[in-house]
């Protein structure tokens, strides 16, 4: 019987095959393996041939399996806790995060394969719990056992260190022991709590006499902590520290950007810096990778409105603008769509103001002052580029509208977001910045107007009847039995705040032939509106009406979004 025939390279030959290993030092290492029966990847590292951080990705195509980088990972002290440091540091293992939902306790090991090292854990933890194992380098793991065990990691085991004992607040940005310091403990613990509860952005406020933090959860902000004033300077300086900022500049705005694995997924926070009579004011917007990029299908629309919007998509040419306030989940939607379009047969080029979120084969430019291109110049950049599909981040000004029509003049597909209050309001507003009616008419292929809602929690969500001026909002007639409405209640489950997560309501206008013609005439408003509404166009009152009687929100809920007012004439 034939032995079965393998494709995994030698770990040698994928350095060699990168580049980053020459044949004569592939063959001096592999006499010295001979010579001393060691493991091909640690006799590289001690003749110097490769870093750890090479070896670590090295080692994991060799392996097929992921490495970790542990210098931008954060543990989970629930994890620490079930692995002793003694077995930690004998079998070269660090806990990294417990998928709780899952029952499985995820761990950085140097050599996958180590049985003895597996079997040592397993037997150290409950049975219900499974074992995934990443790579990542014996040194690093070492570090990483010497920096976390014997730390308080929680966050009101921190604070009673720093009260109890005395911070060096001038050795933040050189200390060689990070983990020595309690407020960079601190730090890490609080982002790691905001990304476990699915906050959106980060707010540390110094007030006259204390330091305010507030998460923005699910679009709403809620104090988590106060904290004595006398903590501000040094969280400040490891936030800014860990973002790259300068910390001798506390008069002039800042901005910065920090990048870690927290629960083994990778996290990037935006850092704003703002100085205020009462010092500076840091807001951290987090990132998540993970959940920036949702399936087309995964937006929430209804059936009728995902075939509309698939339909404006499938044209060639033309221009889809976006709109909505700050925060109304634009980007997502964007992103969305980008995901869905990616193919290696199209050139996807971006001009964002940051890169929030980095896709595999789009080409992403950030819009930064730093190198001088705004988005009116970055388009024209682009335009030598041979896109096929070009985002360009924001309209702002009669420039860059300009630039984004001409490309979508000349054969291409242009995403874009807009200010406005609703679909129909782009037309005016395109107007006012300065573009000529015979130009929108016939280049705009669609828009999206949306808001985001916050939905009700599951587990504990009331029914109750509807009154009847709610029955008057929701267009039921009198004559109709009365649909059940949920209302908040809150539960341990969402927080005690009575919702749970967001969704997105959505008012789509696909431009054709008639409207474009309203267009060029100038024709008002109304009359645009009415034109719409004949071809079916729904508002975004009514996809929030219907996610109301579904019992996704509450009509409460809905009403603090969107004006409902119309609806009581």
Not at 114 to 138: C, H, M
Not at 275 to 303: C, F, M, S, Y
Not at 387 to 411: K, N, Y
Not at 537 to 564: M, Q, Y
């Amino acid at each position: 019987m034939n032995a079965p025939v393998t494709t995994q390279r030698p770990l040698g030959e994928i350095l060699v095959g990168a580049g980053l290993l020459s044949r004569d030092q592939l063959h001096i290492a592999l006499m010295e393996q001979d010579r001393r029966h060691e493991p091909l990847g640690r006799l590289l590292l001690h003749l110097g041939f490769v870093s750890e951080a090479v070896l670590r990705e090295a080692l994991s195509e060799f392996h097929g399996k992921q490495s970790v980088d542990l210098g931008n990972a954060v543990a989970d002290p629930d994890a620490l806790a079930l692995v002793p440091l003694e077995l930690a540091k004998r079998h070269h293992i660090f806990p990294l995060y417990l998928r709780r939902a899952e029952s499985m306790l995820v761990v950085a090991v140097a050599d996958v394969h180590d049985v003895v090292a597996l079997d040592k854990l397993r037997n150290e933890l409950p049975e219900s719990i499974r074992i995934d194992t990443l790579i990542a380098g014996e040194s690093e793991i070492a570090r990483a056992i010497d920096q976390y065990y014997g730390h308080e990691l929680s966050i009101d085991g921190i604070l009673n260190e720093i009260e109890t004992g005395e911070i060096d607040y001038r050795s933040l940005a050189v200390v060689t022991d990070e983990y020595s310091q309690p407020v960079v403990r601190l730090v890490d613990a609080l982002l790691t709590d905001a990304v476990m509860r699915e906050a959106s952005d980060i707010h540390f406020e110094p007030e006259e006499g204390f330091l305010r933090i507030r998460y923005r959860l699910d679009g709403l902000l809620h104090q988590i902590r106060v904290l004595h004033k006398s903590y501000w300077a040094a969280l400040a300086v490891r936030i800014k520290v860990m973002a790259g900022m300068n910390i001798a500049e506390n008069r002039a705005p800042q901005d910065g950007r920090i990048s870690l694995t927290i629960n083994g997924r990778v996290v990037d926070f935006r850092v704003s810096a703002q100085p205020t009579i009462h010092g500076e004011n840091l807001v951290l917007r987090v990132l998540d990778r993970q959940k920036g990029i949702v399936p087309l299908d995964g937006l929430g629309l209804a059936e009728q409105q995902l075939d509309l919007l698939k339909l404006m998509i499938a044209r060639p040419d033309g221009l889809i603008l976006v709109t909505g306030p700050t925060g109304s989940g634009k980007t997502t939607t964007l992103y969305s769509i980008l995901n869905h379009i990616n193919s290696e047969s199209l050139n996807i080029m971006t001009l964002e103001d940051p890169v929030e979120y980095p896709m595999a084969t789009i080409r992403q430019t950030s819009v930064t002052d730093a190198a001088k291109l705004d988005f009116a110049n970055g388009v024209r950049s682009i335009l030598r580029q041979d896109p096929d599909v070009i985002l360009v981040g924001e309209i702002r000004d009669s420039d860059t509208a300009e630039m984004a029509f001409r490309a979508a003049m000349t054969g291409h597909q242009v995403y874009s977001t807009l200010h406005t209050n609703s679909a129909i309001g782009v037309i005016p507003r395109l107007l006012d910045i300065g573009i000529q009616p015979d130009i929108i008419a016939g280049n705009i292929i669609g828009v999206v107007a949306q808001r985001l809602l916050r939905r009700l929690c599951p587990q504990c969500r009331k029914e109750a009847s509807a009154e009847p001026w709610e029955l008057r909002l929701l267009g039921v007639p009198p004559e109709r039995d009365a649909p059940p409405l949920y209302r908040a209640v809150g539960c341990p489950e969402c927080d005690y705040r009575g919702y749970r997560g967001r969704m997105a309501i959505m008012e789509l206008m696909r431009m054709d032939s008639d409207l474009d013609e309203l267009v060029i005439r100038r024709a008002s408003f109304r009359e645009i509106r009415t034109a719409a509404r004949s071809k079916g166009f729904r508002s975004l009152a009514e996809d929030g009406i219907r996610r109301v009687l579904d019992g996704d929100t509450s009509l409460e809920e809905l009403a603090r979004v969107v004006d409902l007012t119309e609806r009581m004439a």
